[in-house]
């Protein structure tokens, strides 16, 4: 048993790079194929970056395999993701999908697995699954819920890790400790429920339990958002007048409190120093600025992947051995560039310029050309084990 291990690892390696492999090749290059429908309840609002661009890539995969896809948002609604699924499940049989994709955040998958499995449809949970002590009325997947195929999401601690790191020995370099010679910091999270919040806030508090020489003051809850992140933030520096590094579990938490910091007459990256995640326009440009210390992001790709996964198992390669309930690391760490000399600038950028001329040679050679546009978010992906990653250019 022991002796075979490796060889199974091994397997489960290719099986995984296979997947990344094909979701990169239906992304990029197009495919005919049989019809099936698939639908994804997005918790998030239609507006709001990062859920948009999680929903472009799974109608990029669909289209590229010939899926018939529908996307309904619940705007952060939690009851309107239920009042989605009961609409979606009584269509008449041939208007209803095949496959829901899910996800759990406010905690509701419990919920819509058995809306959706009562009608008899598939289910499929991706970005945040439902962890184990909210599991004795549940079960895994394809036990009580038999529909229920599987689920897919990206190791969520990690982006929290990371970013409390990088922003941790950021802040030690720019020496931006109070009076008592510690670094102190405030977390700006998500919500209490979702999975994916969660993860993140154990990440960042591991990266500061690591420190001793690091206070974390206070963590609030902004729901996810820029202006009630602003809100909180204007009380958190008054109450916290030595706190210098603001970690943020998402992009548009960490604009808000940079907008309060700003507000103040601060600089964010100047005086005081900010993380988020999510690969957001914005926030890659405010790394670039400096005005964002770290971010994390990469993971917008799961539902693209989740797609790949159901259309194998809809054509009969199931993905039972590779595991039903996945976790792949998927994150990458940027780091702003405001403490780089104009030279090291310039150096940087002539080593991504001549990184892209090699991907587009590529992409040439092989007839992808829509490769060189997301060629970033698979240039860190190893060769052994599959992590689908984005890098930014």
Known sequence: MTEDAPERQQSNYRAVSLRVALCAAALLCGSVARAQSVAFINPGKSDEIYWVTATQGMQAVAKSLGIIFEVQYAQREHLKTLEIAREMVARPTGKRPEYIVITNDYAVAGELLKIIEGAGVKSFLAYSSIPVEQRSDIGAPRTKYKGWLGS?????????????????EHGKKEKAVGPDGNLHMLAIAGDRSTPSSINRNQGMRRAVNEHPAVVLEQEVYAAWTREKAAEQAEWLYRRYPHAKLVWAGNDLMAFGAMTAWEKRGGMPGMDAWFSGINT??????????GRLTSLAGGHFITGAWALVMIYDYHR????????????RPMFAIRKGDLQRSDGQRANRARRRNRADQRVGERAKATRCNSLLNIGHAFRALPPAVAQSRSRSA
Do not use: N
């Open 152 to 168: 897919l999401e990206p190791q969520a601690e990690d982006a929290g890790y990371l970013t409390a790191r990088t922003l941790i």
């Open 280 to 289: 957001s326009t914005e926030a890659l440009e405010a790394i670039k600025s």
């Open 316 to 327: 009969g390669r199931d993905f039972v051995d590779e595991g039903l309930e996945l976790q």
